[in-house]
């Protein structure tokens, strides 16, 4: 089963809608919609700008198609120039080579005005794609520190990818900071220091896999060598298996519900503050807090 044309123009327009959506429209589009049967399996690929996450979401894309009948989407948040404000043209043309399969979505969205990172509505761009009944989501976005905490809350499976040359980031692995990936890929193995970039992780992640718990798989990757993509793909496939088996479903639903709630808000006091009189924010602090509270209480209205 693959969308029509005209199902995937509606759901690109209603991204653009969702990207674009202040605080009030966005709780104003949720309604009373049910929740979808059958959410898509959400893959998030996160990691530093240039690592290659553009590059290997695309060919890991093609490769999670072979796995199923149904339909894939990949959604691409690019961090967004502050000069510019236009997203990073580069990750469209990298996703145009498989950009021909009917069953295959690709969307780039800039990360504008995004306190972590990610995209504003994330959750409810997500919800688009399971509404519209992708088996699979695969998304991209530049992780560093909050981000990546973020992303792990929304998605399902969580890919780190690393360049070879990351000393910082073993580094930071270490000191417990980026212990938030279930599966770890050292990319362009092509390049010098992959194997011991990929020994340094493992001798960390074997002991986050301590007692019981998952283990995250570290696989070192490179453009055009299918044994790695394979590897990868395998992984994914392991760890869907084992958090459907280990992960408390209700506690992810409760997790995610939670994140959705927090982000709404503080982006509310955001909005609130950006649209503020600068004369608001005169004299001691807490009276001002006071303030702010109350214009976030009058969007009750009458409720
Ligand atoms: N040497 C090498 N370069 C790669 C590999 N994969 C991607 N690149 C290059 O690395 C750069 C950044 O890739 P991109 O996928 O846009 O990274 P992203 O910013 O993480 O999405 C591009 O110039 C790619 O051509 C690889 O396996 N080996
Ligand atoms: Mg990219």
């Known amino acids: 089963m693959t969308g029509s044309p005209s199902r995937r123009r509606e759901l690109g327009r209603a991204l653009s ?3 674009r ?4 429209q966005t709780l104003a589009g949720h309604g009373d919609a049910a929740p979808p049967a059958r959410p898509a399996y959400r893959i998030g690929i996160t990691g530093a700008p240039g690592a290659g996450k553009s590059t290997l979401i695309a060919r890991l894309a093609a490769r999670r198609l072979q796995r199923t009948a149904g339909e894939v ?3 691409a948040i690019d961090p967004t120039s502050p000069i510019t404000q236009g997203s990073i043209l580069g990750d469209r043309v990298r996703m145009d080579a498989i950009a021909g399969d009917p069953r295959l979505y690709i969307r780039s969205l800039p990360s504008r005005g995004s306190h972590d990172g990610l995209a504003d509505n994330l959750p409810d761009l997500l919800l688009a794609l399971d509404r519209y009944g ?15 905490h973020a992303v792990r809350t929304l998605v399902d499976s969580v890919v780190l990818v690393l360049h070879p040359e990351s000393g910082d980031s073993v580094q930071a692995m270490k000191a417990g900071i980026l212990e938030i990936a279930d599966i770890y890929v050292v990319n362009k193995a092509d390049l010098p220091g992959a194997r011991k970039t990929a ?20 696989v070192l990757c490179a453009q ?5 993509l394979t590897e990868l793909d395998e992984a994914v496939e392991r760890h869907r298996a084992w958090a459907a088996e280990r992960r408390d479903a209700g506690a992810v639903r409760l997790a995610r519900a939670r994140h959705h709630a927090q982000a709404l808000l503080s982006r509310r006091a955001a909005e609130l ?5 600068p004369a608001l924010f005169d ?21």
């Open 199 to 218: 020994a340094e992780i493992r001798a960390v992640t074997r002991r986050v896999g301590d007692g019981g718990a998952w283990t995250p798989p570290v």
């Open 73 to 75: 989407a990949v959604l």
């Open 273 to 277: 503050i950006e649209e503020s009189d």
């Open 283 to 303: 004299g001691p602090l807490e009276p001002v807090y006071h303030r702010i509270l109350r214009r976030l209480a009058d969007d009750l209205g009458g409720k």
């Open 21 to 24: 959506a202040g605080v009030r």
């Open 134 to 148: 992708f088996d699979e989501a695969l998304v991209e976005t530049v992780g560093v520190g909050q981000a990546e």
């Open 224 to 228: 055009g060598d299918d044994a790695g």
């Open 17 to 19: 809608r969702i990207a």
